[in-house]
């Protein structure tokens, strides 16, 4: 991100790590799996260290009036909340990703984790691009609300290959239709399998994407070659 030019990207979508992965164990087709992700998962007292960081950087390339979209869960969203607050930015709209089919708890604890959380922030100062009226016709001419339901990622969706924090398509299509028109530059800086890129590719915007993982990237470029029979979830 540092070398990319200022005030150049209109939209921001960024699924930044939870730092969740500590050694413990999540359900996956009724088996019992690790949470372990990956060494940029883990969480070695850093969190806000990187995120203050990578703050910094998406502020700097953004737009005057562009947004960004930040995914995270009740592990870290309220630290990014605080964080964006403290760094000039505004939250448009707290988005609630309602899963229609999450995995148990295992641990019989506490309730079944079946929701993340999507942050819609501008620069303070800037002037959001909104399609209002697409967005309403997508819900039935009614105003759209902040909770949005789907379904996990599809294995469909995995046929090229496995991420452990992939998002479905409809989610990112539906947030590229809200905030995007035919000029506008998106970035992803966690690209991952590459589904940001799928969607901008079936919407016909420029995309870009980053990704220090060689394996993720091979898996975004097979699924962008072959975005024309990319299947996507429904969403509500």
């Keep these: 991100m540092e070398s990319m030019p200022n005030e150049s990207i209109d939209v921001i979508v960024a699924d930044p790590p939870y730092f969740l992965s500590n050694n413990g164990f999540s359900n996956s087709g009724g088996k019992f799996v690790s949470v372990n992700k990956g060494s940029w998962d883990e969480n070695d007292g850093n969190s806000k260290e ?5 703050l910094i950087q998406a502020k700097r390339v953004l737009k005057k009036n562009g947004t ?3 995914f995270g869960t009740l592990h870290n969203i309220y630290l990014l909340g605080y964080l964006l607050n403290e760094d000039g930015f505004k939250i448009l709209n707290n988005i609630t990703w309602r899963k229609t089919n999450p995995p148990p708890n295992l641990s019989c604890k506490v309730f079944t984790h079946s929701t993340e959380t999507i942050l819609w922030v501008k620069k303070n100062g800037g002037k959001q691009l909104f399609n209002y009226a697409r967005m309403r016709k997508e819900n039935g001419n009614k105003q759209m609300k902040d909770v949005w339901s789907t379904s996990v990622t599809s294995k ?3 046929r090229f290959g496995k991420h452990p924090t992939q998002k479905p398509l409809a989610l990112i299509v539906r947030i590229l239709n809200a905030c995007t028109n035919k000029d506008s530059i998106v970035f992803d800086p966690f690209v991952g399998s590459g589904t940001t890129a799928v ?3 079936k919407l016909g915007i420029k995309m870009i994407g980053l990704d220090n993982n ?3 990237i091979n898996i975004a470029k097979q699924r962008v ?5 990319e299947k996507m979830g429904k969403i509500e």
């Excluded at 990187?50 to 990578?54: H, N």
């Excluded at 070659?225 to 029979?229: P, V």
């Design 50 to 54: 990187f995120y203050q960081k990578f």
């Design 68 to 70: 960004m979209w930040v």
């Design 156 to 158: 469909s969706e995995k």
């Design 199 to 201: 969607a901008a590719r």
């Design 214 to 216: 060689p394996n993720f």
């Design 225 to 229: 070659d072959n975005y024309k029979t």
